[in-house]
């Protein structure tokens, strides 16, 4: 079983940047593929940045390449979502996802507004 705990969501302007932290339970955590989703009002949610396991392949939506950065730190059991120069499309509540020998699991998910 693994939890996972988002945090650093809130409110920014345009242009903006906010860092998202996704604390994980369990000593299995080094060995999941990670990866934040998000989910705008009336959308379905959305695949946004992926880390393999040992942070040798990461992958970005089209649209927030050049401005997101997805890490991860094993010994934290932590993954992070860098958000820079934000944009009033990228709103939306954001989720962690922790995939592992067949098992998925979700976060509760935080808030980012851009907004001025």
């Known amino acids: 079983q693994v939890r996972l705990v988002e945090s650093g969501g809130g409110l920014v302007q345009p242009g903006g940047s906010l860092r998202l932290s996704c604390a994980a339970s369990?000593?299995?955590?080094?060995?999941?593929?990670m990866s934040w989703h998000r989910q705008a009002p009336g959308k379905e949610r959305e695949w946004v940045a992926l880390?393999?396991?040992?942070?040798?392949?990461?992958n970005y939506l089209d649209s927030v390449k050049g401005r997101f950065t997805i890490s991860r730190d094993n010994a934290k059991n932590t993954v992070y979502l860098q958000m820079n120069n934000l944009k009033p499309e990228d709103t939306a509540v954001y989720y962690c996802?922790?995939?592992?020998?067949?098992?998925?699991?979700w976060g509760q998910g935080t808030q980012v507004t851009v907004s001025s």
């Open positions: 996802k922790a995939v592992r020998a067949g098992a998925i699991y």
């Open positions: 369990g000593s299995t955590f080094s060995s999941a593929v």
């Open positions: 880390i393999t396991a040992g942070g040798g392949f990461l």
